[in-house]
């Protein structure tokens, strides 16, 4: 085989793809068009070897549909487009490392830390938000949002709040000091009541940390095959006796 004309096939078969993937990898930008020979047949090169590489390298790091639209300006020799996608990746990467940072303190800070309540079965609006230093409108509008639920009591129709309450109250208030908003809180606190506590949190936090982890470095890996295919597509030329597709 020459290594120089390469089938669908054979570049299928490096990434473990189909040949139809092949074909519509390039009909989605993500490969340079092929080249085609006299009788209409698609002719790939190592170009498209490198290209398919970097691609690969890009999604695990960057999605499928980042990874797709970074390879799609390079191929349209937008490169400053394409570092500008890149660039974006990277500051959502490192707001989620910040959300993560501002989660994990709020659980440091509610370690230990035992709510102060008016009676044993629990406390009122007023004297909760004077703990957390908050308006009593807030805690209201948090228990709109499905931040906290308490309950009612059936003499007074006042809202109590249990201990349980408290936590998530506390909880939610550090998260919103970092930057959380509300529709991120509700899910996660519903974790915390799933469980009990917020003692298995520690388990999804620390797999966070190692996801985010492997994603920077597989943004590293993206990177150097990215910039491997940058250097190849400023030294190739089409070749002889055939045409663009």
Do not use: C
Not at 62 to 87: C, K, P, S, Y
């Amino acid at each position: 085989m020459n290594e120089s004309r390469l089938r669908p096939v054979d570049l299928a078969r490096e990434q473990g793809l189909s040949t139809q993937a092949i074909r519509n990898y390039e009909e989605a930008g993500i490969l340079p068009p092929a080249e085609r020979t006299p009788s209409g047949y698609r002719v790939y090169t190592g170009l498209h070897v490198s290209a398919l590489r970097a691609f690969a390298a890009l999604a695990p790091a960057h999605g499928h549909q980042t990874a797709t639209a970074i390879m799609r300006a390079v191929n349209e020799d937008a490169v400053e487009d394409a570092l500008a996608v890149i660039d974006d990746s990277h500051l959502q990467l490192r707001d989620d490392r910040r959300t993560l940072i501002a989660v994990e303190q709020a659980l440091r800070d509610l370690t230990g830390a035992e709510p102060v309540v008016s009676r044993a079965a629990g406390t009122f609006v007023g004297p909760l938000a004077r703990q957390l230093g908050i308006k009593p409108a807030t805690l209201r509008k948090w228990e709109r949002a499905g931040v906290v639920r308490p309950a009612r009591d059936r003499a007074t129709g006042y809202r109590v709040y249990t201990p349980a309450d408290v936590r998530d109250a506390r909880l939610a208030h550090q998260l919103r000091r970092g930057g959380y908003l509300l529709e991120h809180i509700a899910p996660l606190l519903d974790q915390v009541r799933a469980a009990g506590g917020v003692a298995p949190l520690e388990a999804m936090l620390a797999d966070w940390r190692d996801r985010l982890a492997w994603r920077a470095r597989a943004m590293l890996s993206g990177a150097a095959a990215l910039d491997a295919y940058l250097s190849e597509r400023a030294t190739t030329r089409p070749s002889p006796g055939l045409r663009r597709a």
